[in-house]
């Protein structure tokens, strides 16, 4: 049988058994974030199958965007955790293929899924409008809202991804690979 890997945008993990995923260190795939439960999920390998149990995570477990408690994760199947997606490839894995193995708007899409679990509806719209790069004053204009009310969002939003900026923010929702460049100093 071949081997068998999860590929994310910037990571990939060989499945050569069974594989406990979670935020915790304890975990064989341990994801940082905290739409991730500390024990998420478990990955079974039985036979030719690969199986993922969700392991009643706050967020849920889904296999091609469908919420699942037990289910097969077939061949070029993508599984979510929280807002971290990976494809199931068969090896030999070819390493230049891995950057384009998910589409980033799998990991935008999850990030979405978390927001509605997070905020508002009312933060929502407004972080919608922060991501496009206007003010907080132009904010509440096309909200109708008080630019109080909005700045009380804002600080809501951030606390939420615990960040204190909005170029903070704003990183939160670059692919993982881009995030992990360095600058030169």
Known sequence: MDELFLVGLSDH??????????????CDLVLKDPSVSRQHAK?????KQVIICDLESRNGTF??????????????????FGVFSFRLCRGPLQTDHIPDSIDSTHRLAAREDHLALRLSKAQTRVLR???????EKTVA????????????????????????????????????RLRRVKLPE
């Open 13 to 26: 993990y060989l499945l050569n058994g069974d594989r406990l995923v979670g935020r915790s260190s304890r």
């Open 63 to 80: 296999i091609n965007d469908t919420p699942i408690a037990e289910a097969e994760l077939p061949i070029e199947g993508v599984v979510r």
């Open 43 to 47: 990955i079974v390998l039985e036979k």
């Open 129 to 135: 409008l922060l991501l496009d790069g206007l003010a």
């Open 141 to 176: 204009a096309r909200l109708h809202l008080s630019p109080h009310t909005v700045h009380n969002h804002v600080r809501e939003i951030y606390k939420v991804f615990n960040v204190t900026s909005r170029s903070a923010l704003m990183s939160c929702f670059l692919p993982t």
